[in-house]
């Protein structure tokens, strides 16, 4: 994976949600994890969550956490301005 270049400060507020189906046949656990790491490693903030059961798909649960993260982000971006 190619390093994630950095050419400020705003690099420093980059935000990642992650949602990832435990029974996710496609795109195994492990990978996701490994990924997330690397991503934290370059800088970025990342969500993570796990839904069990949930294979390579989305569900209501992941799209309502999803919402409610961006929401927040919202809340705080409003706050900076």
């Given at each position: 994976m190619k390093e994630l270049a950095s050419e400020g400060p705003e690099e420093a507020h980059c935000q990642l949600f992650s949602g990832h189906g435990l029974s996710d046949c496609t795109v195994r656990n492990e990978w996701?994890?490994?990924?997330?790491?690397?991503?934290?490693?370059?800088?970025?903030?990342?969500?993570?969550?796990?839904?069990?059961?949930?294979?390579?798909?989305?569900?209501?649960?992941?799209?309502?956490?999803?919402?409610?993260?961006?929401?927040?982000?919202?809340?705080?971006?409003?706050k900076m301005d």
């Open positions: 996701g994890l490994a990924t997330i790491k690397r991503m934290e490693a370059q800088g970025v903030q990342v969500e993570w969550r796990t839904y069990p059961g949930l294979g390579h798909v989305i569900c209501k649960e992941q799209l309502q956490d999803l919402n409610q993260w961006m929401e927040k982000l919202a809340r705080e971006n409003l």
